[in-house]
């Protein structure tokens, strides 16, 4: 296997949860990391929580000419990872088409953007990060459903397109992140309880299950155009 030592590493939404987790394991396995998001203060927060001399960047992946300005203005990167997205959540009939739009324009056009302006070394990888509703859609997740499987579909096809860089996703399951701050604490707890229950391994994840995936995905040569799926059982539960 591949050592990230001394590569470069940019990760996409890393200022939190499971991007902010993927840095700090990239940085512990000696890469140089960039991490990368919309909010200066978030992102002074997790380099220095990171340490290992963690650099940081804004970076809004909605605005291409800010996104094409930032990998022309970079060297090339050897590991790109794009955790980044706001989705919102509720049924089809219940949620706007605006908040619709808004979601997949997040979560798979700002992937999109970012891997089609970054500039790549030989041998590079680069990972995107879907979730585990595409296998099992839910009746009240069907956007992110489709957002996920899009993403996968992306991936495999540039896995092709961009060879010999390596192209992969990681399907997460449920996750324990800030993602879930916006609702009261008890109710998080309580959904993060009540999944945990339906899983095989008896709790949720963490983001740091995650990063684990991902960093076996950069060092792994022989894998592309794979979904490793991180879903403590969900998909089959």
Same mark, same amino acid.
């Given at each position: 296997?591949?050592?990230?030592?001394?590569? +470069?590493?940019?990760?996409?939404? /890393?200022?939190?949860?499971?991007?902010?987790?993927?840095? +700090?394991?990239?940085?512990?396995? /000696?890469?140089?990391?960039?991490?990368?998001?919309? *909010?200066? %203060?978030?992102?002074?927060?997790?380099?220095?929580?990171?340490?290992?001399?963690?650099?940081?960047?804004?970076?809004?992946?909605?605005?291409?000419?800010?996104?094409? +300005?930032?990998?022309?203005?970079?060297?090339?990167? %050897?590991?790109?990872?794009?955790?980044?997205?706001?989705?919102?959540?509720?049924?089809? +009939?219940?949620?706007?088409?605006?908040?619709?739009?808004?979601?997949?324009? *997040?979560?798979?056009?700002?992937?999109?953007?970012?891997?089609?302006?970054?500039?790549?070394?030989?041998?590079?990888?680069?990972?995107?990060?879907?979730?585990?509703?595409?296998?099992?859609?839910?009746?009240?997740?069907?956007?992110?459903?489709?957002?996920?499987?899009?993403?996968?579909?992306?991936?495999?096809?540039?896995?092709?397109?961009?060879?010999?860089?390596?192209?992969?996703?990681?399907?997460?399951?449920?996750?324990?992140?800030?993602?879930? %701050?916006?609702?009261?604490?008890?109710?998080?707890?309580?959904?993060?309880?009540?999944?945990?229950?339906?899983?095989?391994? /008896?709790?949720?994840?963490?983001?740091?299950?995650?990063?684990?995936?991902?960093?076996?995905?950069?060092?792994?040569?022989?894998?592309?155009?794979?979904?490793?799926?991180?879903?403590?059982?969900?998909?089959?539960?």
């Amino acid at each position: 296997m591949a050592s990230l030592v001394q590569t +470069r590493v940019l990760v996409i939404g /890393g200022s939190s949860g499971i991007g902010e987790a993927v840095a +700090r394991r990239s940085a512990e396995s /000696g890469a140089d990391v960039t991490i990368a998001s919309r *909010s200066a %203060d978030k992102l002074a927060h997790a380099a220095e929580s990171i340490g290992h001399g963690v650099r940081t960047a804004v970076l809004d992946t909605g605005d291409n000419g800010a996104v094409e +300005r930032f990998f022309n203005d970079n060297a090339s990167w %050897d590991h790109l990872i794009v955790s980044s997205a706001a989705t919102a959540r509720g049924g089809m +009939r219940a949620m706007t088409l605006e908040d619709a739009y808004a979601s997949m324009d *997040s979560k798979f056009w700002g992937a999109y953007r970012a891997v089609r302006a970054a500039r790549m070394a030989d041998g590079g990888t680069i990972t995107l990060v879907s979730g585990f509703l595409s296998e099992r859609p839910s009746a009240g997740a069907t956007l992110q459903g489709a957002i996920n499987a899009a993403i996968e579909g992306l991936m495999r096809g540039l896995a092709l397109e961009l060879a010999p860089v390596r192209v992969n996703a990681v399907s997460p399951g449920m996750i324990d992140t800030p993602l879930w %701050d916006d609702m009261p604490q008890t109710r998080k707890r309580e959904l993060l309880a009540g999944a945990a229950k339906h899983l095989p391994v /008896g709790r949720a994840g963490r983001a740091g299950d995650i990063a684990n995936a991902v960093h076996y995905l950069m060092i792994t040569g022989f894998a592309t155009g794979s979904v490793v799926r991180v879903d403590g059982g969900g998909a089959i539960a």
